[in-house]
């Protein structure tokens, strides 16, 4: 029987399942075997698939799957626990990763790992809600008071005090999960343009609490990583 070597890890219980396909071919990823390996009771379980691959400028290449399978086109969290695997792997003080619309810089902060995430967009203000894309489209709501999508990713405001966020968060594809690390992002963002400042923002959710820092232009997600366990996933 064929077996899968994988690598289990969380941020603020934010947990991924990450498949290395840098220097061994991987099965095909079908809707089948992803739904089958995320799910919790049947399978490892974690809110996302990270599948590394190889890239001729930068560390590794990672895609990104939402246990219905969907594919993000970005996400903080996993790019901090693969940063922090492939820092440890190589000794670097610094790694780099490619997604789909940007590369992005990983290195060690003292109280964690720091990605410098690259830039976002405001697409939507109603005051109610801001709507950043930082690779992947995300709504953040400072007054519930209208339906929420189902085509990106849901941040809701439930406190702020000075510089101190309190968020819950709705993944697309995935449901309610303790942590987004993209979505911690794109409050920080949503907060900087409605509070017209940039200072740094202590990002406070379900699992914990992370940093964003820097500018929309140049947005800083830290936080610590944990590693969790290594294993086969028998095929």
Same mark, same amino acid.
């Given at each position: 029987?064929?077996?899968?070597?994988?690598?289990?890890?969380?941020?603020?219980?934010?947990?991924?399942?990450?498949?290395?396909?840098?220097?061994?071919?991987?099965?095909?990823?079908?809707?089948?075997?992803?739904?089958?390996?995320?799910?919790?009771?049947?399978?490892?379980?974690?809110?996302?698939?990270?599948?590394?691959?190889?890239?001729?400028?930068?560390?590794? +290449?990672?895609?990104?799957? /939402?246990?219905? !399978?969907?594919?993000?086109? &970005?996400? %903080? #969290?996993?790019? $901090?626990?693969?940063?922090?695997?492939?820092?440890?792997?190589?000794?670097?003080?610094?790694?780099?990763?490619?997604?789909?619309?940007?590369?992005?810089?990983?290195?060690?902060?003292?109280?964690?790992?720091?990605?410098?995430?690259?830039? +976002?967009?405001?697409?939507? /203000?109603?005051? !109610?809600?801001?709507?950043? &894309?930082? %690779? #992947?489209?995300? $709504?953040?709501?400072?007054?519930?008071?209208?339906?929420?999508?189902?085509?990106?990713?849901?941040?809701?405001?439930?406190?702020?005090?000075?510089?101190?966020?309190?968020?819950?968060?709705?993944?697309?594809?995935?449901?309610?999960?303790?942590?987004?690390?993209?979505?911690?992002?794109?409050?920080?963002?949503?907060?900087?343009?409605?509070?017209?400042?940039?200072?740094?923002?202590?990002?406070?959710?379900?699992?914990?609490?992370?940093?964003?820092?820097?500018?929309?232009?140049?947005?800083?997600?830290?936080?610590?990583?944990?590693?969790?366990?290594?294993?086969?996933?028998?095929?």
């Amino acid at each position: 029987m064929k077996q899968l070597p994988f690598l289990k890890m969380h941020a603020q219980g934010n947990d991924f399942v990450i498949l290395d396909g840098r220097t061994k071919a991987l099965p095909e990823l079908d809707e089948e075997l992803i739904t089958a390996m995320t799910e919790r009771r049947f399978g490892i379980g974690c809110d996302q698939l990270l599948v590394l691959l190889p890239d001729d400028e930068c560390d590794a +290449a990672m895609r990104i799957f /939402n246990n219905d !399978a969907s594919e993000a086109g &970005n996400c %903080g #969290n996993g790019l $901090r626990c693969v940063g922090a695997m492939l820092l440890e792997e190589s000794g670097a003080d610094m790694v780099t990763i490619r997604l789909r619309d940007r590369s992005a810089r990983i290195e060690k902060a003292e109280d964690g790992i720091r990605v410098h995430m690259g830039s +976002a967009q405001i697409t939507d /203000n109603t005051g !109610a809600h801001i709507d950043v &894309n930082i %690779g #992947n489209e995300h $709504r953040v709501f400072f007054e519930a008071v209208e339906e929420f999508p189902k085509d990106r990713n849901i941040e809701i405001v439930s406190g702020q005090i000075a510089d101190e966020v309190y968020v819950d968060i709705i993944e697309r594809g995935t449901g309610h999960t303790p942590s987004c690390g993209s979505g911690a992002c794109a409050t920080a963002v949503a907060v900087w343009q409605q509070d017209g400042h940039n200072r740094p923002q202590h990002i406070h959710m379900p699992g914990g609490m992370v940093t964003v820092s820097g500018s929309v232009d140049d947005i800083c997600l830290q936080g610590p990583v944990s590693f969790v366990y290594a294993g086969k996933y028998r095929l």
